[in-house]
């Protein structure tokens, strides 16, 4: 399985950013998705999820509302929505896609909000 990550970039405050998660290698159509970041000196962060069969999300407190993850399962591809961004925002984000209890994890893609 490959989790290949894209989208990120230098945005302002303010600004927004669709971030793109395309997985490949597999062939269920059932798959969980999850956003984390890193920020430098931090921890990494869990940022949204999305269930592999309802579809339901979660997102940590400090992107509710700004943030929306959302995944079509035909292209087998995950989209994280980042809206009003923040220079705490600032971090390396990984996607990480969820099948039959097994994690996998991409390279990270950076986003910079900065003016």
Not at 71 to 81: C, E, F, P, V
Request: charged letters at 15%; hydrophobic letters at 30%.
């Amino acid at each position: 399985v490959q989790v290949v990550e894209s989208g990120g970039n230098l945005v302002q405050p303010g600004g927004s950013l669709r971030l793109s998660c395309a997985a490949s290698g597999f062939t269920f159509s059932r798959y969980g998705m999850s956003w984390y970041r890193q920020a430098p000196g931090k921890e990494r962060e869990l940022v949204a999820t999305i269930s592999s069969y309802s579809g339901s999300t979660n997102y940590a407190d400090s992107v509710k509302g700004r943030f929306t993850i959302s995944k079509d399962n035909a292209k087998i591809t995950g989209y994280l929505q980042m809206n009003s961004l923040k220079s705490e925002d600032t971090a390396v984000y990984y996607c990480v896609v969820h099948i039959s209890g097994h994690d996998y994890w991409g390279q990270g893609t950076q986003v910079t909000v900065s003016s």
